[in-house]
């Protein structure tokens, strides 16, 4: 059996020996968004939980307006979104100028983008109507709106914070920890300080702090308080299907969307299994899932999680852009052995950027992990990883399983997420 697996912008072709039981753990088909436009138009005049965008105009009467929008790494269509929302704000508030409309690109902790990153980010027809501004967690200037009840600093760029029409778009997509992104997180942390990142990603170790789970998570609640501090006015997220098509378009107050979307993300994402595999192979999903090592990491750990303990693992992973963090690559190969990155993290505690090393750590301790990928085999033993030919190390694992292993395959694994046992 040969599949074809998202790879970058392209396939990977891996053959799975006739000896295998494969079985294929993909998202829902559901219907599609014809119209991105069109489903924007209706969700601004009837949102979730806020008065229409036209109302919020008319009580605001804003003189500055800020919008965030997701960096590279999140498949958002904003070509489909930014300009006729920009164009309906436009319609709405005549006096507001290009200079008064700042549409700024929310990375979070990722590096910021370069003119020309953001002119891959935001459509030229949009540029001309705004402002557009890469957030930098470790410059930019902040307002300081307190803290969480779980202590977390909220210090959010001022660009943003000091706007009178403050709106957030993104993406509802499952998230290892977080449980989904989306609603108050384009903002809250896209466009927080390096500290109230770290603070609110702390929690990650929780066991509440899970895929598909956003009532009792901390990280999630956390992140929605945060939110509420900063005063979104109103969220505009989509969510998307495998082949990145819009699904479901929603725009109101940021934790009505996420709720609601968070209901559809699941139909799509979450994938019931009845028991745990031999083997998973899989596949990032391609661009933008896979543009980094430090992204394709979200798709090793949800595939494991339908892996039964000590089974195998293949990650296909293009990571075109490299290792993707600094940190992380700093932190991770000064380590001999991935479970010295465990002790390590365990004694010292959170540090973030090393989080991502102690989450690659944790998969390397319960699996047998091999990558295919366009990383040097230097560079990902640095990583403790190794990269294989992908055809070849399925090959030798099914004909070392004695009797016929049970093979799953995930072609979409940084958005899939499984129902069934524990491991």
């Given at each position: ?153 909220v ?34 942390i ?51 299907d ?56 979200k ?22 852009q ?21 002790e ?34 230097n ?29 799953a ?15």
């Open positions: 059996m040969i599949v074809q697996l998202k790879y970058d912008r392209g396939f990977r072709a891996i053959h799975i020996p006739d000896t295998a039981d494969v079985t294929v753990l993909r998202p829902a088909t559901v219907p599609v968004t014809q119209d991105v436009a069109e489903a924007l138009e209706q969700a601004l005049d009837d949102p979730l939980g806020s008065p229409p965008l036209a109302d919020l105009v008319r009580s605001l009467s804003p003189r500055k307006v800020a919008i965030a929008v997701p960096d590279e790494t999140r498949p958002t269509p904003l070509r489909s979104m930014l300009p006729p929302l920009l164009k309906r704000l436009r319609a709405s508030a005549p006096h507001l100028g290009a200079s008064d409309v700042t549409v700024l690109v929310a990375g979070g902790l990722h590096p910021p983008m370069d003119s020309e990153g953001l002119y891959r980010v935001i459509p030229r027809d949009a540029a001309s109507l705004c402002r557009v501004v890469a957030h930098d967690a470790l410059r930019a200037r902040t307002v300081d709106f307190g803290f969480t009840s779980r202590g977390t600093p210090r959010i760029n001022a660009e943003f914070a000091e706007a009178d029409l403050r709106m957030v778009i993104g993406q509802i997509d499952p998230h290892q920890f977080v449980g989904y992104t989306g609603g108050s997180k384009g903002a809250a896209g466009l927080a300080a390096a500290e109230t990142i770290k603070r609110n990603h702390s929690f990650f170790l929780d066991s509440r702090a899970k895929v598909g789970c956003i009532r009792n998570n901390p990280v999630r609640e956390d992140m929605n308080e945060a939110g509420r501090m900063v005063g979104i006015h109103l969220a505009i997220n989509v969510v998307l495998a082949d990145k098509r819009v699904v479901r378009l929603l725009a109101g107050d940021p934790d009505a969307v996420l709720t609601a979307g968070a209901e559809t993300c699941a139909l799509v994402y979450g994938v019931r299994i009845a028991e745990h595999y031999d083997i998973v192979i899989a596949s990032c999903g391609g661009y933008p899932k896979d543009i980094c090592l430090y992204q394709a990491q798709g090793l750990n949800l595939a494991s999680q339908a892996l039964k303990p000590g089974g195998k693992i293949l990650l296909v992973a293009a990571c075109p490299g290792v993707g963090d600094e940190v992380y690559f700093k932190y991770v190969s000064s380590f001999k052995t991935h479970r010295d990155v465990l390590d993290f365990q004694r010292l505690g959170f540090k973030m950027g090393a989080h991502k090393a102690f989450l690659f750590a944790r998969t390397l301790d319960s699996f047998d992990v091999a990558l295919a990928s366009e990383l040097s085999s560079t990902l033993a640095q990583c403790h990883l190794r990269v294989v030919d992908p055809s070849e190390v399925v090959r030798d694992w099914v004909e070392a399983y004695e009797g016929r292993p049970r093979v395959v995930v072609p979409d694994a940084n958005t899939t997420f499984f129902i069934g046992p524990s491991p």
